[in-house]
């Protein structure tokens, strides 16, 4: 079966065409004019996955690219993420994000109308809530920066196209996931920062995020993808284990034996700043859903993963120390 990843040279994008190469999958991947550095992350199927190039903002392209794989599958993961530098300069976030999406999906609905598209929407979406308490799907969407705007428009119009025009769609709402070597989040932060001996900055120290192991969050689209039970529906992803980000810093402090400096309360110099007054405190996921209907279940936990993301850490600095001589 042939399936097309829009972000596939991404995190979780990477991970999961790995794994649907592993299952047999004939892997697309859609992709920018990239150097060979960001294909880093595919060396290990590199040969076996067949990339296009095209653009999320242009619909021709996108056209093209689903009209030349004919998929059974889209799974789109495209997307500018680093939310604090929404706030900045929102412009790309809305036209990557969600003229991407619209782009999307009236290329399958033009050119490959049996497709299931499979969508990385976010945990973002919800925003701040009235209680402090695990979030449904049902609950109001009160996106808290350009980021998760551009995110939730695309969620409400794939949502909207699944009625209207039958696309047949299914959406995920992840919360944080962790568990390679990438820069750019909170977990990622703290552990490049203590194995490197530099002060850490946790700026938000008492609000509480979930985490969730890379492996989990891969599960989840795989089972996505193999039942029908998926389709028109919006799922949470989540593994139910909140921390404040004091907790979190302090684990991974206890597991590498850091000695040095946590500064809490501020962030580190230079770092793009989140309107404080908007950042929700506290947002976990009711995660029941996808549990009852496809069966998922988180199988790491948190200490554990966060045991296995140092030693990734670990092993690539002693291959890009190897590779540097």
């Known amino acids: 079966m042939n399936v097309l990843i829009t972000g596939i040279t991404g995190f979780i994008g990477s991970n999961l065409a790995i794994k649907l190469i592993e299952e047999g999958y004939n892997v697309y ?21 067949r990339l296009i190039e095209g653009d999320l903002t242009t619909y021709h392209s996108i056209s093209t690219a689903i009209n030349a794989t004919q998929p059974q599958f889209v799974l789109h993961l495209g997307a500018l993420t680093p939310v604090r530098s929404s706030f900045e300069n929102p412009f790309p976030y809305i036209q990557t994000n969600f003229e991407g999406t619209v782009n999307i999906v009236h290329a399958i609905l033009e050119r490959a109308p049996k497709a299931r598209l499979i969508y990385a929407s976010t945990a973002e979406v919800y925003g701040w809530q009235e209680k402090q308490e695990p979030v449904k799907e049902t609950a109001p969407l009160n996106p808290a920066s350009p980021y998760a705007i551009s995110k939730e428009a695309s969620d ?5 196209a699944t009625k209207i025009y039958g696309l047949m769609a299914t959406v995920l709402r992840p919360i944080n996931t962790y568990g390679r070597k990438v820069k750019g989040f909170l977990t990622e932060y703290l552990i490049d920062s203590m194995l490197n001996m530099r002060t850490c900055y946790v700026g938000a120290p008492n609000s509480v995020r979930d985490y969730m192991f890379v492996a989990d969050h891969i599960k989840a689209y795989q089972l996505a993808m193999n039942s029908d039970k998926a389709i028109g529906g919006v799922f949470n992803v989540s593994p139910g284990n909140p921390v404040t980000n004091k907790e979190l810093a302090e684990m991974i402090k206890k597991i590498i034996r850091f000695k040095g400096k946590i500064i809490y309360g501020s962030y580190p110099p230079g770092y793009p700043q989140r309107p404080a007054q908007w950042d929700p405190e506290y947002l976990v996921l009711d995660s029941t859903k996808i549990r009852t209907v496809l069966g998922w279940k988180p199988t790491v936990t948190l200490k554990e993963g966060l045991k296995r993301t140092v030693e990734i850490w670990k092993a690539a600095v002693k291959q890009d120390s190897f590779e540097a001589r």
């Open 29 to 49: 991947g859609l992709i920018r004019h990239t150097s060979k550095r960001e294909l880093e992350n595919l060396k290990p199927v590199l040969d076996k996955i």
């Open 156 to 160: 409400q119009y794939i949502r909207m």
